[in-house]
């Protein structure tokens, strides 16, 4: 059974969760190039620049109200003449990871994107993460670059792949 989800643009009192979801991928070394925790205080700046209508930052709802993850659209480069292009952030809590959610979530992203005004996405994924490789993949992202052992975590040279889709 397919586990029912709603989005709704994340507010001030959210940011908590989100840093704690994103908070828990940190050890695993398959997702973010953070290699310490970072604070509700850190990623002020990081959630003023969204905005729900160019650069929305959503939180994933369960049926009974708990955010089991959150999305992201935020600017590639910050010049004006990339402001069609968007980078996307996908992060589940732990417990949700592995069920199907990341699709729902990439299938929402991909229908909204062009009323942000984008029409460009793009994913930057570390070459040993797999799974996330696979799902941007089965929605038609394609390799647009492999940055080869750019980050070294915990002593072990990763590659960052950059996947693209244009939508239109």
């Known amino acids: 059974m397919a586990l029912e989800i709603t989005f709704r643009d994340a507010a001030l009192e ?9 908070n ?4 695993g070394r398959m997702v973010t190039a953070d290699t310490e925790p970072v604070t509700v205080e850190d990623r002020l700046k990081w959630y003023h620049e969204h905005t729900p ?12 109200g708990e955010i089991c993850g959150w999305v992201s659209l935020q600017d590639f ?9 968007a980078e996307v952030s996908i992060y589940l809590d732990e417990s949700f990871r ?3 959610l990341g699709k729902t ?19 930057f994924i570390f070459g040993h993460n797999q799974p996330s ?10 390799q647009w670059a492999n ?18 889709k244009k939508l239109s």
């Open 14 to 22: 959210d940011l908590p969760r989100i840093v704690e979801i994103y």
């Open 24 to 27: 828990s991928t940190i050890p």
């Open 53 to 64: 209508s160019k650069r929305p930052l959503w939180v994933v709802e369960t049926a009974a």
């Open 77 to 85: 480069y910050g010049r004006a003449a990339y402001q069609a292009t």
């Open 98 to 100: 592995g069920h199907g």
């Open 105 to 123: 979530v990439l299938a929402k992203v991909i229908e909204a994107a062009p009323g942000c005004k984008v029409d460009t996405l793009l994913g």
């Open 133 to 142: 490789l696979r799902l941007f993949e089965k929605f038609g992202f394609e």
């Open 147 to 164: 940055l080869p052992e750019v980050a070294s975590l915990d002593g072990i040279k990763r590659d960052l792949i950059i996947l693209g």
